[in-house]
Each structure stands twice: as structure tokens, then as C-alpha cells.
């Protein structure tokens, strides 16, 4: 019943718009900052990795997060430099204009997550509860947005090449 609400109902759409532009505007700041700042993750990196997240025991509860960070994000740096930045960009473009928005949040949250495994709580929790809510309300939360364009123009491309594969398929 409540999912029903938040994928139909357009009075949650307004709802939605409001938080989708709250959690955009977020994104997009950090993500500018980032961008027009001069941003270096290698610091971030080190330190999750010297100070990981740890149990009660004092034992490392995503290890494998860590030997991640460790084998893969800090020699590739530059990878994480670029993507970063531009991911956060990105994102909070989407979600402020309300295009492509569930990939956006889908992304976002991938994010929240990775930001979290690292031991970064801040407001992780606070976004991602709010992106779930945002992503579970899928075309809902962009359809004041550029979404109720976009989306229908995909569908129809989609649909129309689908259309092209099956001729083929059949010939």
C-alpha cells in the first residue's frame, strides 16, 4: 500500500520532489566544491584504511572493503580523483532536475554506501534512507522533473529498437 502510494500517487510526487531536490542540491554542492576546490582522495583513503571500522572486539568488520581500498582505490587514485567528483556532480544534476532520476539515485546510494563502508557516517544515514525512499518511488519522484519527458522519449526509443531486433531475429 505505501509502495503504491509512492509510485503513483501525485501528491507523493510533490513530496518526493521536495526531497529529491533537498538531497540534489546536497549532492551537487559537495560534488562542485570537489571539482572547482581541487580534490585529492588519497588522503580519504589513507585514512580509512589506517582506520578502519571495527567491532566491539576491536576486529575489522569489512576487511574486505579494506583490502579494496588498499589493492585497488589507492594505486588507481586518479580513477577515484576524476570519478568522485564528477559522480557527486552528476548525481545532484540528475536529482535537481529530476532526469534519470532513479539512475541517479541508484548511484547515489552506491556512493552512501562505499562512503559508509569507509567509515564515514556524517549524513550517510539521513541520505540514505531518504534515497530509498527515492529510489522505491522510482518515475514517481522525477515526474516533476525533466523525467516526464525522458522517460516516455526512452521508452519509445527502446520499444522501437526492440521492434528492430525481433525483424531481424524473425528475417
Given at each position: 500500500?505505501?509502495?503504491?502510494?509512492?509510485?503513483?500517487?501525485?501528491?507523493?510526487?510533490i513530496i518526493?520532489?521536495?526531497?529529491?531536490?533537498?538531497?540534489?542540491?546536497?549532492?551537487?554542492?559537495?560534488?562542485?566544491?570537489?571539482?572547482t576546490g581541487?580534490?585529492?582522495?588519497?588522503?580519504?583513503?589513507?585514512?580509512?584504511?589506517?582506520?578502519?571500522?571495527?567491532?566491539?572486539?576491536?576486529?575489522?568488520?569489512?576487511?574486505?572493503?579494506?583490502?579494496?581500498?588498499?589493492?585497488?582505490?589507492?594505486?588507481?587514485?586518479?580513477?577515484?580523483?576524476?570519478?568522485?567528483?564528477?559522480?557527486?556532480?552528476?548525481?545532484?544534476?540528475?536529482?535537481?532536475?529530476g532526469c534519470?532520476?532513479?539512475?541517479?539515485?541508484?548511484?547515489?546510494?552506491?556512493?552512501?554506501?562505499?562512503?559508509?563502508?569507509?567509515?564515514?557516517?556524517?549524513?550517510?544515514?539521513?541520505?540514505?534512507?531518504?534515497?530509498?525512499?527515492?529510489?522505491?518511488?522510482?518515475?514517481?519522484?522525477?515526474?516533476?522533473?525533466?523525467?516526464?519527458?525522458?522517460?516516455?522519449?526512452?521508452?519509445?526509443?527502446?520499444?522501437?529498437?526492440?521492434?528492430?531486433?525481433?525483424?531481424?531475429?524473425?528475417?
Amino acid at each position: 500500500m505505501f509502495n503504491k502510494f509512492l509510485r503513483e500517487n501525485k501528491y507523493a510526487a510533490i513530496i518526493l520532489a521536495v526531497l529529491r531536490v533537498y538531497l540534489g542540491y546536497s549532492w551537487f554542492t559537495a560534488g562542485l566544491g570537489k571539482l572547482t576546490g581541487g580534490f585529492d582522495a588519497s588522503g580519504f583513503l589513507k585514512g580509512a584504511i589506517a582506520k578502519p571500522v571495527t567491532g566491539p572486539e576491536g576486529d575489522m568488520v569489512f576487511g574486505w572493503y579494506v583490502h579494496f581500498l588498499k589493492g585497488f582505490a589507492l594505486p588507481n587514485v586518479d580513477i577515484f580523483n576524476f570519478v568522485v567528483p564528477w559522480g557527486e556532480t552528476l548525481i545532484g544534476l540528475g536529482l535537481l532536475l529530476g532526469c534519470l532520476t532513479t539512475a541517479a539515485m541508484f548511484f547515489g546510494l552506491f556512493m552512501n554506501f562505499m562512503f559508509f563502508l569507509a567509515g564515514t557516517v556524517s549524513h550517510n544515514p539521513r541520505d540514505i534512507f531518504i534515497g530509498f525512499i527515492i529510489l522505491t518511488a522510482g518515475y514517481n519522484a522525477g515526474r516533476i522533473g525533466l523525467d516526464r519527458w525522458v522517460i516516455p522519449f526512452i521508452r519509445k526509443f527502446t520499444n522501437k529498437n526492440a521492434g528492430i531486433e525481433k525483424q531481424k531475429v524473425t528475417a
